[in-house]
């Protein structure tokens, strides 16, 4: 079964209003991802969160680490027509080899 | 600096055929990986490697094989093709260490008949 898990499921928000998404995870980690998927596209990396770290930013994106709740939330502000596209979650295990698992994705629609 | 390239872009196969899907970095990357992504799973990771001559399964690894000769190329076999395996092949790599961050190539588009 895949490590994480994102909520919801997919998203449909008008241009300039923010955009949060959600991913819990079932096992220790060591840092936490967050993944951008236009359609049609691999996959290009946003921002990583340690495991000892609560919150970072990075432009229009806060992301939070709550590790006693395995979860992780992803804020987009100020949302632009082009962040329309998959968000994922992965999350690279504490114990043995450094395996990158990935959740379903949240499916985000800006409408302009 | 090319990142990771992946070939074939698209391949239609028949039901028991092998093929073998091509990947290869150029950053001197230590950790490489394949994912299948399919409608409403996501991605699942299928097979990894921490280095050349070392590899281990993922989490759905049935049906293919990986092996690891050197840094730049990990290659993935698909031994006799079947329906189920028709997806989107995604390989990825990143530096030794648990703060990399993956890249991506851009995805190969398979079809089994």
């Known amino acids: 079964s895949q490590q994480g898990e994102e909520d919801p499921q997919a998203l449909s928000i008008q241009e300039g209003e923010n955009a949060t998404m959600n991913c819990s995870y079932k096992t220790s980690i060591n840092n936490l991802q967050w993944y951008r998927q236009n359609s049609g596209r691999g996959l290009v990396h946003l921002i990583l969160?340690?495991?000892?770290?609560r919150e970072k930013h990075s432009g229009r994106l806060r992301v939070t680490l709550d590790t006693s709740k395995k979860s992780s939330s992803l804020l987009i502000t100020a949302s632009r027509a082009a962040d329309t596209a998959s968000y994922f979650c992965a999350t690279d295990g504490s114990g043995g080899y450094q395996k990158v698992t990935f959740g379903i994705g949240t499916k985000l629609q800006v409408i302009p | 600096n090319a990142g990771v390239t992946q070939t074939p872009k698209f391949q239609v196969l028949k039901t028991g055929q092998s093929m073998t899907l091509q990947c290869a970095q150029d950053m001197n990357h230590e950790y490489m990986s394949w994912y299948r992504q399919d409608p409403g799973m996501g991605l699942r990771l299928i097979h990894y490697?921490?280095?050349?001559?070392?590899?281990d399964q993922g989490e759905v690894p049935n049906g293919y094989n990986v092996s690891r000769s050197t840094t730049e190329d990990f290659p993935l076999r698909l031994l006799s093709a079947a329906p189920s395996q028709t997806s989107v092949y995604f390989c990825a790599s990143k530096i030794r260490g648990r703060q990399g961050t993956q890249y991506f190539g851009p995805g190969t588009r398979l079809l089994v008949l």
């Open positions: 969160i340690r495991s000892n770290e």
């Open positions: 490697s921490v280095g050349a001559g070392i590899t």
